[in-house]
């Protein structure tokens, strides 16, 4: 088997452009990618709130509590990776799930204000949703509480993983099968 040099540099432009060009396509995947896949995350994590406001019992105090069993099951086990916070704007922990023991509280930006959101995406390992509600008890009493509901980021890693994976594998295989036409015979 002989390789003509014309041949040769014609291959290396090819899988030099290929590379280039699967390079591209992979930022541009992986960031919209990414995109979507964290407001489907942040979607959860919203109906995570909802569901612990739906199970929240004011107190004539206005104080809240929470009832021992949640509808998601995941917040009574350790290390399950979907973690709960209620706190007070001024930090004060008011309750927190079982599945939280042994991390840090979450600290929830300055003047989050009631009825609004806040989603933290950039943290390495968790993502976190906040959100702040003036919570009314039947005798009148108003306090202002902030929920917030964290989820281990191993999701969005796995998927990542998955979109690299495939990526080098059909650049890989669009490179070799074009290299039998440029191996002179």
């Not at 199970?55 to 709960?84: C, I, M, Q, V």
């Not at 609004?116 to 943290?123: G, I, R, S, V």
């Not at 495939?166 to 650049?171: E, M, N, Q, R, S």
Request: proline share 6%.
């Amino acid at each position: 088997m002989q390789i003509k040099s014309l041949s040769f540099r014609l291959l290396a432009t090819e899988g030099l452009v290929l590379v280039a060009f699967f390079a591209l396509v992979a930022v541009v995947l992986e960031q919209s990618f990414r995109e979507s896949a964290e407001e489907a995350l942040k979607e959860r994590l919203q109906v995570q709130i909802y569901s612990l406001l739906s199970t929240a019992e004011s107190k004539n105090s206005g104080d809240l509590r929470l009832p021992p069993s949640l509808p998601e099951h995941r917040f009574a086990n350790p290390g399950s990776g979907l973690y709960a916070f209620i706190q007070r704007p001024n930090k004060n922990l008011i309750w927190r799930s079982p599945s939280s023991i042994g991390l840090d509280v979450p600290v929830p930006p300055e003047k989050l204000g009631a009825g609004n959101t806040y989603f933290l995406a950039d943290n390495p390992r968790r993502y976190f949703l906040h959100y702040d509600i003036a919570w009314k008890s039947l005798t009148g009493v108003e306090k202002e509480y902030i929920f917030t509901v964290a989820e281990d980021s191993e999701f969005v890693s796995r998927l990542r993983k998955a979109l690299w994976s495939w990526l080098v594998a059909i650049g890989t295989s669009c490179y070799l099968s074009n290299l039998p036409c440029y191996v002179g015979v």
